[in-house]
């Protein structure tokens, strides 16, 4: 759902996605939300969403890892961002669940794997099967859509 600064002007900042996660003030970046430590270790080095989901900053003398994801367009008013209503990847992401559910590991590593080269520096094809193809396509899944609400209904739909 595309948002422009006419949308701002008119209805005001509320729908600026960002603004929910991060504030900008002259103390820094304060994170109305944060990356958990955890979830910030299972991004590779290599990984190109790390930089563009996790803002590694400072709020008065404090570290936080903010969440960059929603912070919006360069030269934009902080938080002006689309709305992904439905990316590729997680269309790739269900597709390889379901095709690994069904036992048709090849081209669920196919689908995987043409996500993870679209996401790592220096991809090497994985080779998973069977119950490893079944955890990397769900570890993926975690790195992709973190912040988009989704880690809840995917646990409750794997319990």
């Not at 603004?19 to 270790?41: D, I, M, N, R």
């Not at 990847?89 to 993870?116: F, M, S, T």
Request: aromatic share 10%; charged share 20%.
């Amino acid at each position: 759902v595309k948002f422009t600064q006419q949308d701002l002007s008119s209805v005001g900042q509320q729908i600026a996605v960002g603004v929910g996660y991060s504030q900008t003030g002259p103390s820094g970046v304060k994170s109305e939300w944060v990356c958990a430590y955890s979830l910030f270790k299972m991004y590779d080095s290599n990984d190109v969403r790390t930089n563009a989901y996790i803002l590694p900053t400072t709020y008065n003398g404090i570290n936080y890892n903010a969440i960059n994801k929603y912070m919006g367009r360069p030269g934009q008013p902080l938080g002006l961002v689309d709305v992904k209503y439905l990316r590729v990847a997680e269309v790739l992401l269900n597709r390889a669940e379901a095709e690994a559910n069904l036992g048709q590991d090849p081209n669920a590593l196919a689908d995987l794997n043409h996500l993870r080269e679209n996401r790592y520096f220096n991809y090497t094809d994985g080779t998973e099967t069977g119950q490893a193809l079944k955890d990397a396509i769900q570890h993926e899944r975690r790195l992709e859509l973190a912040f988009e609400g989704d880690r809840w209904f995917t646990l409750k739909r794997l319990a």
